[in-house]
C-alpha cells in the first residue's frame, strides 16, 4: 500500500513536539508499506532532512520514510492571520502532490483543520482513498476558548470541518470526546476508530541521563510542565499556585515549565515581576533529553484552561509523556485523563482555576516521597497496559489497511 500522509507539523525524536505520525509512519513501513510524508517546517520539529530547499520544498529518506518538506516555516509564536496563511498554502501545496503523487490511500492529520483539505480533493477527483484523523474538535474549541469570534471565519471553519468529515472514507479519533464529536456531526460510528496519543515505552525506560535545570536542587520536589505556552494551555494558574507556595515558605517546591508558546514570555515577565523563585522556565528538548529531565522530576503537571470542551476532547502528548517515565500525574481539569488518574491511583486532580488546591497538592506530594513514588509505579503500569505506542500503531495501520481493502 502507498501511503501519501499530510501532517504539517511532523517531527523525528529529534525535534521537541510530539512524534505520533513518525512513530505510525514507522510502523506503516515495518509492515511493508510505503509512506511518503508531507510536512512543512515546525519550529519545534525536526524532519531530520538537512538538503538545501529547491523550489520551496527538499525531498530525502528518514529511516525509510519518504519525506516531502515544504519550505513553510510555523512558528506557535506566529499570529494568527500568519499562522493561518501558513495552514492554506500548505493545504494549497499537498492538493497539488494529491493529483501528482501515485498512492493508493490519502492520510492527513489536524491540527489545523486545513490538513483536510487535500483529502476533500482526493475524494472528489481521484479514486484515492482517504482517512482523516481529527486530533482537536473544531470550530469548536477556538469557539469556546474565544479565540476567533467572526461569525464568518466560525461558518467558513464550520463548512470546512462538514465536508473534510463527509469526504473521508474512515476517521481517527484521539480521545473519547471527539468520537462523540464526530458522531454529532452523522458519522457512523463504524467509521470511527479512537486511538489515543501513546507512551513511547523504550525512550522514558532509560533513567541513565536524569539531569534537572539549574535552580532545582536535587532534594526539591520538582513538578515539570512540559509543553506549548499558550491560551490553550492556561499556566497562570502554575504561577498562582507558586505565589500561594511562596506565601507559605515552601522553597523546597519548584515548578518548571519547559516549552515555547506566544505566552512564554508574558509568563516570564510575571513570575520575575512577583519574585517568584520557584518558578523555573527552560528551552524545548528533544525526546532524548526530555527523557532525562522526566527521569529527574517528581510530578508531571497536566494543565490546561478550563474550556469544558477540553475535558473529553483531548489526547495530550505530555501526559503520555509523564505516565511512560513512570511519573505521578497532578491535572487541573476534569474528563478522561483525570478519570485515569483517579481510577488508577496515579496522580492528583483539583479543579480548575483552585490556587490553593493546586498548592495543597504539591504540599502532599512533597510530604510523602514514598506514596509519590507508588503513584509513580502506577502510573508506569497504566501506560504499559493502556497505552504502548507500539500495540497503538498496530491497530493504527490495521484501521488503514481495511479502509483500502473496503
Known amino acids: ?25 514507522r510502523k506503516l513501513v515495518s ?13 519545534g520539529g525536526h524532519t531530520g532532512l538537512d538538503s538545501a530547499f529547491h523550489n520551496g520544498r527538499r525531498r530525502g529518506s528518514v ?31 499537498c492538493v497539488g502532490l494529491v493529483f501528482s503523487q501515485p498512492a493508493d490511500l490519502v492520510f492527513a492529520t489536524t491540527t489545523p483543520l486545513t490538513a483536510g483539505i487535500p483529502g476533500i480533493f482526493a ?18 474549541l477556538p469557539r469556546e476558548m474565544g479565540v476567533i469570534r467572526n461569525p464568518v471565519v466560525l461558518w467558513a471553519m464550520s463548512l470546512l470541518e462538514w465536508a473534510s468529515y463527509r469526504s473521508a472514507h474512515k476517521l481517527v479519533a484521539l480521545a473519547p470526546g471527539i468520537a462523540a464529536g464526530l458522531q454529532k456531526q ?8 479512537t486511538i489515543p496519543n501513546g507512551c513511547d515505552l523504550d525512550i522514558f525506560a532509560d533513567r541513565s541521563d536524569a539531569w534537572r535545570p539549574e535552580g532545582i536542587g536535587p532534594d526539591d520536589l520538582m513538578a515539570t510542565f512540559a509543553g506549548t505556552h499558550g491560551v490553550a494551555n492556561g499556566l497562570d494558574v502554575v504561577l498562582d ?26 509568563l516570564q515577565e510575571r513570575a520575575s515581576r512577583a519574585g517568584l523563585t520557584n518558578v523555573v522556565f527552560a528551552e524545548p528538548v528533544d525526546k532524548k533529553r526530555l527523557a532525562g529531565l522526566m527521569a529527574a522530576s517528581d510530578l508531571g503537571l497536566q494543565i490546561l484552561a ?26 487541573n481539569y476534569p474528563g478522561w485523563l483525570a478519570d485515569m488518574v483517579e ?11 483552585d490556587a490553593v488546591a493546586f498548592a495543597n497538592a504539591l504540599e502532599t506530594a512533597a510530604a510523602d516521597r514514598e506514596a509519590l513514588r507508588k503513584m509513580g509505579r502506577n502510573s508506569r503500569m497504566l501506560a504499559e497496559a493502556r497505552f504502548s505506542r507500539d500495540d497503538l500503531a498496530e491497530q493504527f495501520v490495521d484501521w488503514l489497511e481495511a479502509a483500502v481493502q473496503v
Open 306 to 331: 478550563n474550556v469544558p470542551a477540553f475535558y473529553y476532547g483531548t489526547s495530550p502528548n505530555k501526559f503520555f509523556d509523564y505516565i511512560a517515565a513512570g511519573l505521578p500525574v497532578l491535572t
Open 63 to 93: 529511516d525509510g520514510i519518504d519525506i516531502i518538506e515544504f519550505d513553510l516555516a510555523y512558528s506557535n509564536s506566529d499570529g494568527l492571520m500568519k499562522r493561518s496563511l501558513t495552514f492554506l498554502r500548505y493545504a494549497a501545496r
Open 31 to 43: 509492515r511493508g508499506h510505503h509512506v511518503t510524508m508531507v510536512c512543512g517546517s515546525y519550529g
Open 343 to 353: 481510577e488508577n491511583k496515579c496522580g492528583f486532580t483539583v479543579l480548575p482555576g
Open 123 to 140: 475524494r472528489l477527483f481521484t479514486r484515492k482513498r482517504f482517512v482523516f484523523e481529527v486530533r482537536d474538535l473544531w470550530p469548536e
Open 1 to 25: 500500500m502507498r501511503v501519501l500522509y499530510f501532517h504539517q507539523h511532523f517531527s523525528t525524536p529529534s525535534g521537541s513536539t510530539g512524534i505520533r505520525s513518525y512513530e505510525m509512519a
Open 186 to 193: 452523522g458519522v457512523p460510528e463504524a467509521d470511527i476508530a
Open 241 to 266: 499556585a507558586a505565589a500561594e507556595l511562596k506565601k507559605r515558605g515552601r522553597k523546597d517546591i519548584k515548578l518548571l515549565l519547559i516549552g515555547q508558546g506566544k505566552l512564554k514570555a508574558g
